[in-house]
């Protein structure tokens, strides 16, 4: 596993322990103090390697390859991929995803790519508002993902951001997601989600999740999108909008896993040439990660959007549900969060 970045990548853990659980030895790579998955009681082994944004990282994670017989690279991050040229580089590049979008009949945004910054400031009046900005390919840890942008004045006061630009009209909807494994031009594992909450909130990461029953024509459209690709996918959509393709583990993955799905072991198995059956997520399984979560809550508590017995209601505990970097028999990941955090604030008041 690696991500290369601060450490704090939770689709990391969720991949370390879906290993773990299927027999699996993962190891981490580790590039900074605090590393959660390298915390998870299920960590065979903690790799120190550069950062992504050095030129090291590529030649520490080969030289760990070099000395070790491991099955699989697994990038957790977009960044981590496209250092690595790992499989699966086209598909996060937003350029070349318009492309095999439209192939596949799904639709995206409407959008438009911008060379470099300097180039998108002088269209800064020209833009529908509001917008969402996202680097053509993040490629740096220093990348944000996702920026909603509301106004010419807003964009402006943004700091400079290195590389091409999309910039999509921002779409309102259900957020949905299909997940799962695409192997020699077939879904071996399916999972279907919708999105209860997110965080942040225009334009955040799922926080809140329940698994849905499927949907065969998407399917199909997807195995053309991922053609030629092997392994591990999510494709996130807004109403019926493609709006982002992650060819790697991910965030929510702990939810694919509790629906019957452990997508990193699948993938592992088929890499090992093992028959595999096609297995397809149950639905009505829930997901939360409780720190975004939390955060989403009281967000939306202190705008007026949500009364204080609708947010109790939404903090219920519900019986199966599966959790984030949070659990019981493997605290690490959640203490070295909170370890990281403290940190934060302790360099915020020296």
């Known amino acids: 596993m690696t991500d290369g970045g601060s450490g704090q990548n939770r689709s990391a853990v969720a991949a370390v322990r879906a290993l773990a659980a299927a027999g699996y030895l993962p190891s981490v790579t580790v590039s900074g103090l605090f590393s959660l998955a390298a915390a998870s009681r299920h ?153 209860e909450r997110i965080w942040p909130l225009d334009a955040g990461v799922a926080c809140a999740l329940e698994t849905t029953p499927g949907d065969s024509g998407l399917e199909e459209r997807l195995v053309h999108l991922l053609q030629g690709y092997n392994g591990i996918f999510q494709a996130q959509f807004v109403g019926s909008f493609l709006v982002d393709v992650n060819p790697r583990v991910y965030g929510s993955l702990p939810l694919a896993v509790a629906a019957g799905a452990n997508l990193p072991a699948i993938h592992c198995d088929l890499l090992r040439g093992e028959e595999v059956s096609p297995v397809r997520g149950a639905a009505g399984v829930r997901y939360r990660w409780l720190e975004g979560d939390l955060r989403h809550l009281h967000a939306m508590w202190r705008r007026g959007e949500l009364g204080l017995p609708a947010v109790l209601s939404a903090l219920r505990p519900r019986r199966g549900t599966a959790h984030s970097v949070e659990s019981i028999s493997d605290p690490g990941p959640a203490l070295s969060r909170l370890r990281y955090a403290r940190s934060g604030w302790s360099g915020r008041t020296s």
Do not use: N
């Open 43 to 195: 960590c065979a082994a903690a790799i120190p390697v550069p950062d992504v944004d050095s030129p090291g990282y590529a030649q520490g994670v080969c030289a760990a390859l070099d000395a070790q017989p491991y099955l699989a690279v697994l990038p957790a991050s977009d960044a981590a991929l496209v250092a690595l040229d790992l499989p699966g580089a086209d598909l996060v590049d937003k350029a070349s995803l318009a492309e095999r979008a439209k192939k596949a009949h799904l639709p995206l945004p409407e959008q438009r790519i911008f060379e470099s910054w300097g180039a998108l400031i002088l269209a800064v009046h020209d833009l529908e508002y509001p917008v969402v900005l996202k680097p053509t390919i993040r490629s740096t840890s220093r990348q944000a993902a996702v920026v909603r942008v509301d106004s010419p004045q807003q964009l402006m006061q943004m700091p400079t951001a290195d590389g091409a630009v999309v910039v999509q009209r921002f779409v309102a909807g259900s957020m949905t997601a299909v997940s799962g494994v695409v192997w020699a031009g077939r879904l071996v594992a399916t999972v279907h989600q919708r999105y």
